[in-house]
């Protein structure tokens, strides 16, 4: 099946920080999405990118749909305690919604005081 | 808050045993999907239910099986479980079947 390449796995960052993690696929996606999940808790919808190029913001953080439509990257900038968590990309491939969403297997955000 | 519901949020079979899982989906929506989580690891897709119906499958065996009812709510049925079926299952409701899925906060199931 589709896989999506995550990176970095973990980031160990001080507060106010800026970070910048990505995901790459070797097959294109339409639509890209963006989440954050804490520890048992669902997955919360952070960004959503369905064309290719597309650059979105959602108050700190902005994240793009690469050109290829291959890759998607997340930055979120000046970080604070409550950024904690694990970042998921998820994206549906160009053959449509019955493959449903794949993941990639996160990025771990550490923030030190 | 997303609007999607779960239930139970944990519980704990022994292996063989069957368990059905609920979801109730955001209003407005009509798609329903279901996702594995294992420890550590990205959701990974199970299902998807349109209009009543599964439009879409992942690669997990015919003892995962569900149900969409009229109300769009939805179920999640596991036969003869097995120890690796322990994760997390989480509910994600959409407006349609590529949409932005919103999930629930998901039901823990511990097999022993």
């Known amino acids: 099946g589709q896989q999506l390449n995550q990176s970095p796995q973990s980031m160990f960052i001080q507060e106010g920080e800026d970070v910048s993690m990505n995901c790459t696929s070797s097959s294109i996606f339409n639509t890209w999405l963006w989440y954050k999940q804490d520890p048992g808790e669902g997955p919360v919808l952070l960004i959503a990118l369905y064309k290719a190029g597309e650059l979105t913001s959602n108050g700190r953080l902005t994240a793009q749909f690469g050109i290829t439509r291959k890759d998607s990257f997340l930055n979120i900038s000046a970080s604070i305690p409550s950024d904690v968590g694990i970042y998921f990309c998820?994206?549906?491939?160009?053959?449509?919604?019955?493959?449903?969403?794949?993941f990639g297997k996160g990025t771990h955000l550490i923030i030190q005081p | 808050e997303t609007g999607v519901t779960q239930s139970p949020t944990h519980l704990i079979k022994t292996r063989g045993q069957q368990v059905t899982l609920r979801c109730s989906s955001q209003s407005g929506h009509n798609t329903v999907s279901w996702y594995q989580q294992a420890l550590g690891q990205g959701p990974q897709f199970i299902f998807q239910y349109y209009r009543e119906e599964e439009n879409g499958r992942g690669n997990f065996p015919p003892r995962f099986s569900g149900l969409q009812f009229p109300n769009y709510s939805s179920e999640l049925n596991v036969n003869a479980l097995e120890l690796d079926d322990s994760a997390l299952y989480l509910c994600a409701s959409s407006f349609f079947t590529t949409g932005e899925l919103f999930f629930g906060e998901g039901s823990r199931l511990t097999v022993l």
């Open positions: 998820a994206g549906f491939p160009s053959g449509g919604g019955a493959d449903g969403l794949t």
